[in-house]
């Protein structure tokens, strides 16, 4: 049974900091995707970054490339979204998802599990 545990969200001021963190288990944490989605009242669910757990290569979305930083700790089962000079236009629920197998994609649909969401209010 694969879980997924986000924690880490919160309200911060604008050009503040937040570290998100999820927590996988249930499964073998090798080769496979792990990606950070938020989704805004009224809006899609976008992609935010992702990262390769096999290669560590990742990937972020236009709007949070510099600001934020995804990461993971093998021996924790864990990935970390390090979230730095955020804006009001971040705030949103955000969501950890995991995908069996290599390749990270931008789309939600090739997801295999969701974390509960974790929601992060910038003022």
């Known amino acids: 049974h694969v879980q997924l545990v986000e924690s880490g969200g919160g309200s911060v001021q604008a050009g503040g900091s937040l570290r998100l963190s999820c927590a996988a288990s249930g499964y073998t944490y090798n080769r496979n995707c792990m990606a950070w989605f938020r989704q805004a009242p009224g809006k899609e669910r976008e992609g935010v970054a992702r990262i390769a757990t096999g290669s560590g290569n990742t990937y972020y979305a236009d709007s949070v490339k510099g600001r934020f930083t995804i990461s993971q700790d093998n021996a924790k089962n864990t990935v970390y979204l390090q979230m730095d000079s955020l804006k009001p236009e971040d705030t949103a629920t955000y969501y950890c998802?995991?995908?069996?197998?290599?390749?990270?994609?931008?789309?939600?649909?090739?997801?295999?599990?969701w974390g509960q969401g974790t929601q992060v209010t910038v003022s």
């Open positions: 998802a995991l995908r069996a197998g290599a390749a990270c994609y931008t789309d939600a649909r090739p997801y295999d599990y």
